[in-house]
């Protein structure tokens, strides 16, 4: 009928009499555009966790890649395809690391069994849309003394689309960074791991040194690679700030506040 009048428009004369005889009830109503509900679900309650395996060997030189790269799955959001590329992005570039830094100086054939890169993750929390994980990576360069063992963390908020950074946790110039460190220096210097003598540097209030962190249900956890706050034979370590050591630094606004409800 829309498209009849518009036609009756062209000729004028015509337009008069249509809208004459047309009653109140048979006039054609102004559409009304529809929006589409908003689910108030999180999103992270729409998903679920799983991963990718690959596997690659090579003979000249003689290695093994093995990595599982997490990705969530159940959903076609935007946000789920952003989250899925930053965990493929970060597990790439470190495989790009090591053929760029180690396979590249192997030698033909082996000295021993082949060089080797492995990489996993543990999903140390989650609540609401928050997400933290710990990736572990753990490689052998042929002909070395000893493998080595290095970490990354990834704190993601699925809601905003975002990787987490320090500063998002706390309030501008909350000088947080001295609270952890004055914290984690005081634990480190209970264990019997060669602390001191140089390893305390590790521990000092830089953005370098605090830079693997989660969260967690009780705390930040901190952890310090191979060499940093200790020698090769310690081993990594970890240090849980609790929360109750950092309450008047958080920003009540920030993604903290979904974990200490």
Same mark, same amino acid.
């Given at each position: 009928?829309?498209?009849?009048?518009?036609?009756?428009?062209?000729?004028?004369?015509?337009?008069?009499?249509?809208?004459?005889?047309?009653?109140?009830?048979?006039?054609?109503?102004?559409?009304?555009?529809?929006?589409?509900?908003?689910?108030?679900?999180?999103?992270? %309650?729409?998903? #679920?966790?799983?991963?990718?395996?690959?596997? *690659?060997?090579? %003979? %000249?030189?003689?290695?093994?890649?093995?990595?599982?790269?997490?990705?969530?799955?159940? %959903? *076609? !959001?935007?946000?789920?395809?952003?989250? #899925?590329q930053r965990m493929s992005d970060? /597990?790439? !570039?470190?495989?790009? @690391?090591?053929?760029? #830094? /180690?396979?590249?100086?192997?030698?033909?054939?082996?000295?021993?069994?082949?060089?080797?890169?492995?990489?996993? $993750?543990?999903?140390?929390?989650?609540?609401?849309?928050? =997400?933290?994980?710990?990736?572990?990576? +753990?490689? @052998?360069?042929?002909?070395?003394?000893?493998?080595?063992?290095?970490?990354?963390?990834?704190? @993601? !908020?699925?809601?905003?689309?975002?990787?987490l950074a320090l500063d998002d946790?706390?309030?501008?110039?909350?000088?947080?960074?001295?609270?952890?460190?004055?914290?984690? /220096?005081?634990?480190?210097?209970?264990?019997?791991?060669?602390?001191?003598?140089?390893?305390?540097?590790? &521990?000092?209030?830089?953005?370098?040194? @605090?830079?693997? =962190?989660? /969260?967690?249900? !009780?705390?930040?956890?901190?952890? +310090?690679?191979? $060499?940093?706050? &200790?020698?090769?034979?310690?081993?990594?370590?970890?240090?849980?700030?609790?929360?109750?050591?950092?309450?008047?630094?958080?920003?009540?606004?920030?993604?903290?506040?979904?974990?200490?409800?």
């Amino acid at each position: 009928m829309l498209g009849k009048v518009l036609n009756l428009m062209v000729t004028g004369f015509a337009l008069f009499s249509v809208l004459a005889a047309c009653s109140t009830a048979a006039r054609i109503p102004t559409p009304t555009p529809t929006v589409a509900p908003t689910d108030p679900t999180p999103l992270s %309650s729409r998903v #679920n966790l799983t991963f990718i395996s690959f596997k *690659e060997d090579g %003979s %000249s030189p003689r290695y093994t890649v093995t990595v599982q790269t997490p990705r969530l799955v159940g %959903s *076609e !959001d935007a946000r789920v395809s952003e989250f #899925n590329q930053r965990m493929s992005d970060l /597990i790439q !570039d470190e495989i790009k @690391y090591f053929r760029e #830094n /180690i396979l590249t100086h192997m030698t033909t054939p082996p000295i021993t069994s082949g060089s080797f890169f492995d990489a996993n $993750y543990n999903l140390i929390y989650q609540r609401g849309d928050v =997400w933290s994980f710990k990736f572990n990576f +753990f490689g @052998y360069a042929d002909g070395a003394a000893h493998p080595f063992h290095y970490s990354l963390t990834l704190n @993601y !908020d699925l809601a905003q689309g975002r990787e987490l950074a320090l500063d998002d946790l706390f309030t501008q110039d909350a000088g947080y960074l001295n609270v952890m460190s004055s914290y984690c /220096i005081a634990e480190l210097s209970k264990r019997d791991i060669g602390f001191f003598g140089g390893f305390e540097r590790g &521990a000092e209030p830089t953005p370098d040194n @605090y830079r693997n =962190w989660n /969260i967690a249900a !009780d705390g930040l956890i901190i952890t +310090f690679d191979e $060499y940093q706050v &200790a020698p090769y034979a310690a081993g990594p370590q970890t240090v849980t700030v609790p929360y109750s050591e950092l309450k008047p630094l958080i920003n009540q606004q920030g993604p903290l506040v979904v974990v200490l409800r």
